[in-house]
């Protein structure tokens, strides 16, 4: 049996830190304190001028390579994960390839929002256990949202941030992928997103006008409450193991009270978990995989054997789980 395992992990921020006292003067109003309360937020990372999503994606790629002590060379697939990306086509991840100098990978992007670095997770382990030509696979998320944020706009400016984080899977003789579960509920669709650009409102020329991020409908505010317990359990039973066996379990990293009720709901603790967005603000597809990174750097990441849950919701909406045993 071929296994596909997590075997290093890589993150980036960009240099730029905004603070809510920042945003309490743009915006003209106090928005910090609720942030914090609510949310969990007290600073974000907004990327350069001259930085682009696959700028932030190879960061976080190299970070991964160097800690697997192997090279872009080495890599047979690369799997961007945003729904910010630096062009509607080509795919980013063919960006990604020239610039990390990985000439060997074949690449493609997954789009299903914020749910899309676990969903690119479940693709890459399926790829090594099913096909023995694919031995080390990236997989990136990468998210350049404050691109699309009106600053003016106090539902967007104060949530949505920049980075990325990636994990290298490499084949193994021993579980690591013990499996997924995806989830969606298409009549969300046009609730939150970037709605122009695609086939329904198409732009060009010089005259265009910039494209926002927007939430146009209100989501129910009990959805990720609800759907992130039923999506672990879902999954928990597909592999054949209680909740409880859980040892750690990285979430979206959208609202931190949404994150302590899900975990009261599984009756696991908050030290299982860890959280980025009082740091790095809301990161989208790359929040948990810059979760889990960060929790390794800190000491506080999984151990050998340890059962590791990651579990996501996106815009769409699209929800996906995945469950490793970590080597």
């Given at each position: 049996?071929?296994?596909?395992q ?63 002590q ?19 086509s ?54 350049g ?50 709605y ?28 990720n ?15 054949g ?63 050998p ?15 996906g ?7």
């Open positions: 049996m071929r296994y596909a997590i075997v290093s992990t890589g993150s980036y921020v960009p240099e730029r830190v905004m603070t809510n006292a920042e945003l309490d003067a743009i915006l003209g109003e106090p928005v910090s304190d609720w942030l914090i309360e609510n949310v969990g937020i007290h600073q974000r990372h907004v990327m350069a001028d001259d930085q682009v999503t696959s700028d932030l994606a190879v960061h976080a790629a190299r970070a991964a390579l160097e800690k697997a192997t090279t872009p060379e080495d890599v047979d697939l690369i799997i961007v994960a945003t729904d910010t990306p630096d062009y509607i080509p795919a980013t991840a063919s960006v990604v390839q020239h610039k990390l100098g990985a000439k060997r990978a074949g690449t493609f992007d997954v789009n299903c929002a914020c749910a899309a670095w676990v969903t690119g997770l479940d693709i890459a382990a399926k790829y090594i256990t099913a096909d023995t030509s694919y031995t080390q696979i990236l997989v990136i998320g990468a998210y949202m404050t691109r699309y944020v009106d600053w003016t706009d106090k539902r967007t400016a104060t949530l949505f941030a920049d980075g990325a984080g990636a994990v290298l899977l490499r084949a193994g003789d021993r579980p690591g992928f013990l499996g997924a579960k995806l989830a969606a509920d298409g009549s969300f669709h046009d609730y939150l997103g970037i122009t650009g695609g086939t329904l409102r198409p732009t060009g020329g010089t005259n265009s006008p910039r494209q926002f991020v927007k939430f146009v409908k209100r989501f129910p505010p009990d959805t409450n609800l759907a992130w317990p039923k999506l672990v359990r879902e999954l928990m039973a597909k592999i193991r209680p909740v409880s066996d859980i040892a750690k379990i990285y979430f979206t990293q959208l609202n931190i009270n949404t994150i302590h009720y899900v975990l009261q709901d599984l009756g696991l603790a908050f030290e299982q978990t860890h959280t980025i967005m009082d740091k790095w603000g809301y990161t989208g597809s790359a929040c948990m995989a810059m979760a889990l990174d960060d929790a390794i750097q800190q000491g506080k990441g999984p151990q054997g340890d059962l590791v849950i990651f579990v996501g919701s996106g815009g769409g909406a699209a929800f789980a995945a469950a490793f045993e970590w080597v």
